[in-house]
Every structure is written in structure tokens, then in C-alpha cells.
């Protein structure tokens, strides 16, 4: 297929860059997975779910407490002995003094916990979430920015066309305004040829702004500043960069799909919390060490220099024996929450299927759009340049020459249109599949 005349305007612009960067699409995805502020907030959560996995570590580390009280009695409590013990009347007898000072330090060990033992084997479970949390927003941002730079392409595509189309219409306004001061043509002919020159001249306009705002949208995407010029790589577009091979399903894997791995993560977190739930009134053992000072006074001072250490080890154990039928309605609600999750995990890979099937049914079509469209702009060029060439011969009349100008520009706008069809297409085959990292990284490989 021989290459368009037209398309020879998409080849890279030369510019003078100075102190001025110049972004393909691989560096602003780049850009964008070093200073978004989702990329970083994504870490963060990665670091918070590493810090919860210590926490939940520390819940069998050993642990020391220590306590002090100082016990003013403004009324000391008495306790009476019975008559005929030390004597024919009942014995008031105070055991304490107004001051009691006590200071203590204790050492706790768990032995068993059985809801700390499911917060361990969970804890994996959960940095491993985080971690996908974090590959699943990278994943977003290169499909986001990647979109919003094939939008930038195609308007700078698209403004070179009618930038062209300008000189063009212009150049036939010069001819036009000759012929009607020899009076070989109407000015209302010359109306016509002034108006497609003003409508191109809006366009433009159009395109223009459009042009700005992609830029700016892709700005805010990459996490670039908005008052900084971004200059992005004007390229190429050939038939080969565009007619990719026929897209296969054959490989894809529903385990590729980080929403998939999520999911299990969360089927695998939902089973654990059934079990925690079902086993949460097993008993709790601990093991202990105490020791402490206590001192007796009438007045503060006596109580401290009064003091007497005293220490203990022992066995701490404690079990809910019945809450009420609580425990099993939990334990229930837990259950049902998990098979729920196994249920629509299943369902969930149907979709991903057919998600895969409707991405590759429409990248093969938008491939065929492309093909269609590249040569009818091809025909629509070989058509204009034969009428250009007989108007200036006399042979074609300016009506048939303004309408094969305004074909061109349609089949150049529709093969725009299906260039942006494609690349898009192109990214929503990847993300189904859950290959937009490998897309990433064949970038580099360009």
C-alpha cells in the first residue's frame, strides 16, 4: 500500500528545545508512576499495612506494665471481729493506715490466643492486598495517561491537517479573487471558497483549545505542574505502527486481572474471619511475672520509707462461656460473607471473559475502521488532486473542486476519529487481559 501524500505532515516536527522538555509517551507515564499523588498515597497504604502486620505481630511479644498508687484513706474502713473471739465484745480493727503507697511491674507472655493466631496468618494476606492496591492504581494512571496522550496526539494530528487545509483554501482564495477582477468568475463563487477559508479558520480555533485543554488534562495526570510548558513529542502515524497483529484471547489468564487477585485476597481474609468468629470463645492463656512494693503510714513520708517488696508468678486464664447466642449468629453472618465471595468470584471470571471477547471483538474492528478509512483518505486525495489539476485546466468547475476539498477533509477526519478508536481499543484489550503493565514496558523496548 503506497504511503499518503497527506499523512507525510504527521512526521516529527524539529524544535528548538532549549530549556524546554519534550515528553514521548513513555516518559510521561513515567513522570506520572514517580508524581502522582495517587502513586504516593498507594505507598503509603503499603507502608500502613506493613505497619499493621507489626502490630499484629506485637500481640505475642511479651509485655511489661507498671503501675504506682498512692492511697490517701481519709477514712480508714474498719472490720470488726466478733465477740468472744479476743474478748466479751465485738473488736473493731482498722488492717491499713490513712497513706498506702504501691508500685508494681509485670511481665505478660501470651501462650494461646486463638484470635491473635488468625490475625498472624491474615496479616500476609493483608500487605499482599496492599501491594496489589498499589500495582491495580499504576495500572489505572497508565491507561488514564496513555488515553489522554493519544488525545494530545491526534489534535496535533489533526491541526497539521487543517493548517494544511488553510494554505490550500487560502491559495484558492488568491486564485479566486484574480479570476473575478478578469471577470472569469462570480463573486458569489468567490463567497463560497471565503467561507470554507473562515470555516477551516475556526476550526483551527477549535482544535486549537482542544489541544490545550488534552494538555492540560495530561498535566494533571502525570502530576506535572499546570503553570510549567509541557511539550509533547509530535510523531508519526504509519500503517505499521497502526496494524498491529489480529489480537488473540488464547492467553489470557483471569489470574493475570489484579481485580481477580484482589478478590481472592478477599475471599481468603473473609474465611479467616469465619473461623476467627466460629472459634472466638476459646479460652485465652497467659503466663505472668509481678513483683512490687507496698508501704503503710499515718503520715506519706512513713508510707515510702515503710515499703515491702513482694512478688508472684502464676497462670492468667479467661474464656466467655456464653454471650447469649451472639457468637453463633456472627459466626453465621461470617459464613454466609464467604461463600458469598466464592460465588461471585466465579461470576466475576465469566465477566472477565466475555470483557476479553467484546476488548478483542472491538480492536478488530477499530483495526479494520483504521484500514478502511486510510484508504478511502488516500482515494479522497488521489480525487482532490485530479480535480485540483483539471480546475486548472478549466475542465472542473469550483463547485466540484470545493466539494472534493471538503470530502478530503472528512476522510481525513474520519481516519483521525479511527486512529483514536484504535489506541483506545488497543488499551482496553490490554486492561481486560490485565497486561497494560507489559504494554508499559514494551514502550521501552521501542
Not at 305 to 323: D, K, Y
Request: glycine share 4%; charged share 25%; proline share 2%.
Amino acid at each position: 500500500m503506497k504511503f499518503p501524500a497527506f499523512l507525510v505532515f504527521f512526521y516529527l516536527l524539529c524544535f528548538q528545545l532549549s530549556a524546554q522538555e519534550t515528553f514521548n509517551l513513555e516518559d510521561c507515564i513515567d513522570y506520572g508512576l514517580h508524581n502522582h499523588g495517587t502513586i504516593t498515597i498507594a505507598n503509603n497504604g503499603e507502608l500502613a499495612a506493613d505497619a499493621a502486620a507489626k502490630e499484629t505481630f506485637s500481640g505475642y511479644l511479651p509485655k511489661v506494665s507498671l503501675n504506682g498508687n498512692i492511697d490517701d484513706n481519709l477514712k480508714v474502713q474498719e472490720q470488726v471481729i466478733p465477740a468472744g473471739v479476743f474478748g466479751e465484745e465485738d473488736v473493731r480493727v482498722a488492717f491499713t493506715k490513712q497513706f498506702n503507697t504501691t508500685a508494681t511491674v509485670e511481665l505478660e507472655q501470651k501462650i494461646y490466643d486463638h484470635s491473635l493466631i488468625i490475625d498472624l496468618k491474615s496479616r500476609k494476606f493483608k500487605q499482599a492486598q496492599a501491594k496489589l492496591e498499589t500495582q491495580q492504581t499504576k495500572e489505572d494512571l497508565i491507561y488514564t495517561i496513555s488515553s489522554d496522550y493519544y488525545q494530545v496526539m491526534v489534535y496535533k494530528l489533526q491541526l497539521l491537517l487543517l493548517n494544511k487545509n488553510k494554505e490550500t483554501y487560502a491559495e484558492q482564495v488568491r486564485i479566486s479573487e484574480l479570476q473575478v477582477e478578469k471577470g472569469v468568475l462570480a463573486k458569489v463563487d468567490l463567497k463560497k471558497v471565503r467561507v470554507d477559508y473562515n470555516s477551516t479558520l475556526s476550526q483551527i480555533r477549535v482544535t486549537q483549545n482542544n489541544l490545550t485543554n488534552s494538555i492540560n488534562t495530561l498535566k494533571n495526570d502525570i502530576g506535572y505542574p499546570v503553570h510549567k510548558n509541557l511539550q509533547v513529542e509530535e510523531v508519526e502515524i504509519t500503517p505499521n505502527d497502526l496494524m498491529a497483529e489480529t489480537p488473540t484471547t488464547d492467553d489470557f489468564q483471569p489470574e493475570n486481572r489484579i481485580e481477580f487477585q484482589l478478590d481472592s485476597i478477599n475471599t481468603e481474609l473473609l474465611k479467616i474471619d469465619y473461623r476467627s468468629t466460629k472459634n472466638s470463645g476459646l479460652p485465652k492463656l497467659s503466663a505472668y511475672a509481678k513483683y512490687g512494693t507496698v508501704g503503710f503510714g499515718d503520715e506519706l513520708e512513713e508510707s515510702f520509707n515503710s515499703q515491702q517488696s513482694f512478688s508472684a508468678i502464676g497462670l492468667r486464664l479467661s474464656a466467655n462461656l456464653f454471650e447469649g447466642f451472639g457468637k453463633t449468629a456472627k459466626a453465621t453472618q461470617a459464613k454466609i460473607k464467604y461463600e458469598n465471595a466464592k460465588e461471585q468470584q466465579k461470576l466475576d471470571m465469566a465477566t472477565y471473559k466475555i470483557e476479553v471477547a467484546n476488548a478483542s471483538s472491538k480492536l478488530i474492528s477499530s483495526k479494520t475502521n483504521v484500514e478502511e478509512e486510510l484508504e478511502n483518505t488516500e482515494l479522497a486525495q488521489s480525487v482532490f488532486n485530479t480535480t485540483d489539476l483539471q480546475y486548472q485546466k478549466g475542465v472542473a468547475s469550483l463547485r466540484d473542486w470545493l466539494e472534493d476539498q471538503l470530502s478530503l477533509q472528512q476522510a481525513q477526519n474520519n481516519y483521525l476519529n479511527a486512529v483514536v478508536d484504535f489506541y483506545v481499543a488497543t488499551l482496553e484489550f490490554e486492561k481486560s487481559k490485565g497486561t497494560l503493565k507489559n504494554y508499559y514496558n514494551t514502550l521501552n523496548e521501542k
